[in-house]
């Protein structure tokens, strides 16, 4: 799975324009997946150019989907909604999820038919659903895809988690720091606060990753702020050292908030929200980049 930049700040009261989260296309030959025959359907295309059929009720496991649905406009059984961070092997484990727990409340507990479908042997494969279920704000896919990894995991007690960047560079983090990530705090947590034996190989390159760590370990401790889509971004104050790391261009920055969002690593996110835009730039201003 490949994670780019593309994300919608709008948890910290910015939208960036929606084709920098999920651009959209017209659909062209569309490969039938689950439920052809539903009246509804959405048009998914992954990163590696595979397009997939999902019904309106199993799309909404996913609030990114949601939000590029909503802020495009795109209605059903027209424009294909590509979520060009996703590949089509993990949409192949994703989608029938979503199709198979469409009608009512996902269980708690993991069912043995979800234990059967997200289950891989493969320690990358369980890792990479872990991360596509963080990107695309499926909460109850995250939470079970987190437990089944974290499952075949043999753990241990040293007070730090070791993080391998997808270009092979291998990081240490405290435990204290890692917590700063939510989508960290939430694997520790169901190894009962021990670390991996072995590094999680996370979507960001070594360069990123050595920003996202460098941060947490300086806020490590700190309160994970809240992110409310009401508060102005802006109220934020950023501290000097945020200012100094975060000495990058456009193109970097947007990057490195698309790792840092991947991650959920909320407190960065938002500091690195207000260094990159700033009082002078508006909204619009920032859509017309785009």
Known sequence: MIIHANVIV???GLL???SFFCGYHEAAEVRATCYPNEMSLYNISSDDGRNFRVSADAVKHSESFMECISVNKIAANSRAVSEHSVSGAILDRIIPWCEHHKYGNVPNKVTEWDRTHLTSKNRKDRMNLVLAASLLKMKDLKRMSIQLFCEQETSQDTGFIHLQSKDGRAFQMSLNAAKQSLLLAQILENLSGKSPVFPITVDSTSAQLDILVKWCEYHKGEPIPVMDPRQNPFD?????FDKDLLR??????MEIIGAGAALEINGFVKNATKTWIGKELSVERLSAMF
Not at 248 to 253: A, E, L, P, V, Y
């Open 16 to 18: 960036l324009l929606p």
């Open 10 to 12: 709008n948890n910290i």
């Open 236 to 240: 934020a104050t950023v501290p000097q």
């Open 248 to 253: 990058f261009g456009n193109q970097k920055m």
